[in-house]
């Protein structure tokens, strides 16, 4: 008769409740005292229960009470021990202290919680910490969620898989594998904390998302198929980056989308399920509906896989059918998405996922649709793609393409294809040409650690490419032109007029490029670079535009610095370039301004393309951990050069926090940045300061008080420019903007009301334009106004989590409203006196894990 798995769970279940009620029944102040040996632990007095003992308890162990209350607070405040050894990662806990620990106290299991929500649970926190992050978004920290909801075997993973997780860099991942030849397999986490070279920051963040076997896979759930499925419920528009909102800077579709229009002001709808199976097939399906558009399945993607064939020195990695992500190297190359992160080094938080997997992101316009395959043998990984997807687009008025747009939201197709603006018919469409890509990358192990590569794909369309500048510009006023946007009309051009006069339509591109990384000793360096064949060069010609980027890194137990060179030409325009970048390819161009384009909504390609902009110049960071009270845990320099027009800019960041005690932490960050102050004769010229400090108060039950004040300046020259009307008697022409400085303050409270519910309230105020992070939602105040939001968490069981966000935004006018036409006096009475904006968002979420 085969046993019960349930009764024998239970059997488990009521030893561990035993073994607790007679620990905390055994142990008290007292009973151990101040001199206790090791000894006196082996004569048959009870262990103490790290994972349950009060701290008069722990002050009773042969320690100091500094040290007892460290203890404490780490349970208390970081997470329960799995084992002994993790109390070296307390403060204070020296060799000799563990030492005299270690035969006195033991770790009980905790009361147990579903092993798949507690990695949620962890997911949701390093996702918060990844948002914090300047440059960040929500499109970019979804990929991420999905990626660490799931664990991995360590022993399975290779190095460019132990690269993709968050803090850990190319030296700790060629450590993590030395250490596992040289034991053959990691059998727990202990064993990996040792791996010699991995710094702990990088194990604290790996550990909560691998598995040493494939039976804590299957034990984490008995189910043959596990999987989450998750619903997203916003009325919050959902930005790009912290210093362009995209479409949604005013909380409504921009430009004339909306008028008219109530309809577009639909919430936006979100749902994605991703399975896997014990034999490695895993697949998802997404439905997404932006805010702003109509159907709730106005993006839908759906894969298909399988992982993990292995059979002796090589094997497939992963086979996908349907929609896929791949990113390789620097970014140069290929990484398809519709987001971009500014700023994005491939270190800490800012990774990049290497490799293929199944895609149920929100990215719709660089999505690629149709199979792809990663295998390896030996020191061999190969990979292959293949993709056929219609494009969103702006047209030429002769059929051919202007450039790729990412709408948010997708107008529907017939109100696109009817669209005229004032005299000129707009080009935008939907659907507006056929991709089909093929594309491979091959790299090639030299050592632990270092390898070379190469990377390369061809684009075929159903149309050719000519980035014809009338199709932009209201009124074929080329005039408005300048030298910044010399990337409009260096864009892709694939219309090649011949010697003998004919016209030649080329329907292709084609991107080529090499990768190479070295790991020696505690330093790394990597290197891409790529070109895009002119139509008019062959293949290999030395005039084709390119692009190259190189970083090395070094690290030590307490610091690590970072040096990234990086050269773009203005004629790279390789639509899935993600590299690093301080602003998009066409920040700061003519596209920009929708009342000098024939189609307002043609500002979509500024706003929300996630190329980089061509740019050159040098990026410097460094990390410091100079006590265990202070951490300078950012300190960054950049400074670089448009290559459109030749621009300076610069750029500076200070991050530090200072941790009196555990459970108090004082944080600050500075930022300056400028442009053209070198060029007095830059009418453009401006600098920005920044500064945030943040106060946060760690309470018991893992309950947190925080208080953050936020203030910043934007700088301009003074500059004329109409105020009034000269002449008319009312008014005259008046200097412009010299600064826009702002202030805000929030106060934050967390509450972990029960087990299975926290409660977030925040109240803020603020006066001018200011980015903030709240809970897992990226918002920007730009006003003078007060703000109030209370986020409920709710676990409903042990798999079910739910999400409830609402916000009340009361924003007071900036100024009294006075419309009127140019040329007309200033000084008359304003058409509006007071004109408040009152705003109730809301945002809900499910989370379901089987």
């Not at 798949?116 to 978004?137: A, D, P, T």
């Not at 399988?306 to 896929?324: E, H, P």
């Not at 990412?406 to 669209?419: F, H, I, S």
């Not at 603020?766 to 809970?775: A, K, P, Q, S, V």
Request: hydrophobic share 35%.
């Amino acid at each position: 008769m085969k046993n019960n798995p349930m009764s024998g769970a239970i059997r488990r279940r009521g030893l561990w409740v035993l073994g607790l009620v007679l620990t905390l029944a055994l142990c008290g102040p007292g009973v151990f005292p101040a001199g206790a040996t090791a000894q006196a632990a082996r004569s048959g007095v009870p262990k103490v229960d790290l994972n349950s003992a009060s701290l008069e308890t722990i002050k009773g162990l042969p320690i100091t009470e500094e040290v007892a209350r460290s203890i404490y607070d780490y349970r208390t405040y970081v997470r329960f021990f799995g084992n002994v050894y993790e109390l070296r990662e307390v403060p204070g806990v020296t060799g000799e202290v563990f030492k005299t620990l270690k035969p006195l106290v033991a770790t009980m299991p905790p009361p147990e919680q579903d092993a798949s929500l507690k990695r949620l649970g962890n997911s949701y926190r390093q996702v918060r910490r990844y948002m914090g992050q300047e440059g960040s978004n929500e499109g970019l920290a979804d990929e991420y969620l999905d990626r660490m909801r799931s664990p991995e075997n360590i022993n399975h993973l290779d190095l460019y898989d132990l690269m993709s997780y968050q803090n850990v860099s190319p030296v700790d991942a060629t450590n993590i594998l030395k250490a596992r030849d040289r034991l053959g397999r990691f059998e727990s986490s202990r064993q990996l904390r040792r791996s010699e070279g991995l710094r702990y920051w990088a194990f604290r963040n790996l550990r909560d998302f691998v598995v040493y076997d494939d039976k804590e896979l299957s034990g984490e759930n008995s189910n043959d198929i596990t999987g989450f499925v998750s619903t997203r419920y916003h009325e919050t528009p959902m930005s790009n980056d912290d210093e362009e909102l995209g479409a949604f800077a005013s909380g409504a579709p921009r430009g004339r989308y909306h008028v008219g229009e109530k309809a577009l002001y639909s919430p936006g709808f979100f749902n994605k399920v991703t399975f896997s199976s014990r034999e490695g097939v895993v697949g998802g399906l997404m439905t997404n509906r932006e805010y702003g558009e109509n159907k709730f399945d106005e993006t839908v993607k759906a894969y298909v896989g399988v992982r993990d064939l292995y059979a002796g020195k090589g094997g497939i990695k992963g086979i996908y059918f349907g929609s896929y992500r791949v990113a390789f190297g620097l970014g140069l190359v290929m990484d398809n998405t519709d987001y971009i992160h500014f700023r994005k080094t491939g270190y800490g938080f800012n990774k990049r996922m290497l490799g293929v997997r199944g895609d149920v992101s929100r990215s719709h316009e660089y999505a690629l649709r149709g199979a792809a395959v990663e295998a390896r043998y030996g020191r061999l990984n190969a990979t292959l793609f293949v993709s056929n997807d219609r494009k969103d687009g702006i047209l030429n008025q002769d059929g051919t393409i202007n450039r790729y747009v990412v709408m948010q939201p997708r107008p529907p197709a017939d109100w696109l294809e009817g669209r005229v603006v004032g005299p000129s018919v707009s080009y935008l469409r939907r659907d507006a040409f056929t991709e089909n890509i093929i594309g491979g990358n091959m790299k090639l192990m030299l050592a632990p650690g270092t390898f070379v590569g190469v990377t390369g794909y061809e684009a075929k369309y159903s149309r050719g490419w000519r980035p014809d500048v009338n199709t932009l510009v209201f009124g074929n006023n080329l005039d408005l032109l300048e030298g910044r946007d010399t990337e409009i009309w260096n864009s892709y051009d694939s219309v090649v007029t011949e010697e003998d006069g004919s016209v030649t339509e080329h329907k292709w591109r084609r991107v080529m490029g090499a990768e190479a990384q070295a790991v020696y000793g505690n330093t790394a360096v990597q290197a891409e670079y790529a070109f895009l064949q002119d139509p008019r060069n062959k293949f290999f010609s030395g005039d084709n535009p390119d692009a190259y980027i190189i970083n090395a890194f070094s690290q030590w137990d307490n610091l690590h610095l970072l040096a990234i060179w990086r050269d773009y030409d203005v004629g790279f325009d390789n639509p899935y370039n993600r590299a690093f970048s301080n602003d998009n390819r066409y920040e700061q161009t003519l596209l920009d301004a929708p009342y000098r384009l024939n189609d307002d909504l043609y500002t979509w390609v500024e706003a929300n393309t996630p190329q980089p902009k061509p740019e050159k110049g040098m990026f410097l960071e460094a990390r410091y951990r100079i006590s265990r009270k202070l951490i300078l845990n950012g300190l960054q320099y950049d400074q670089w050069q448009r290559k459109s027009d030749g621009a300076d800019l610069m750029r500076y960041t200070i991050k530090a926090e200072y941790q009196p005690k555990f459970n108090f932490r004082v944080r600050v960050r500075h930022r300056y940045s400028s442009r053209s102050e070198a060029n007095a004769d830059d009418v453009r010229v401006y600098r920005n300061w920044e500064t945030r400090w943040q106060l946060i108060t760690l309470l018991s039950n893992y309950n947190r008080l925080g208080f953050t004040y936020m203030t910043s300046n934007v700088m301009f020259p003074a500059r004329p420019r109409l105020g009034g009307t000269d002449g008319s008697g009312e008014g005259s022409p008046a200097v412009g903007t010299a600064g826009m400085p702002a202030h805000a303050f929030e106060a934050r409270y967390e509450h972990n009301l029960t087990e299975g519910i926290k409660l977030t309230f925040a109240s803020s105020v603020y006066d001018g334009f200011l980015w903030n992070f709240e809970g897992n939602e990226f918002v920007l105040l730009d006003g003078n106004g007060f703000r109030n939001w209370l986020k409920i968490e709710s676990r409903v069981s042990q798999r079910l989590l739910f999400q409830l966000k609402v916000t009340r935004d009361h924003n007071l006018p900036k100024t009294y409203v006075d419309v009127r036409r140019f040329g007309e006096p200033s000084g008359a009475e304003p058409d509006a006196r007071y004109v408040p904006v009152d705003n109730t968002i809301v945002r809900l979420q499910m989370d379901y894990t089987f």
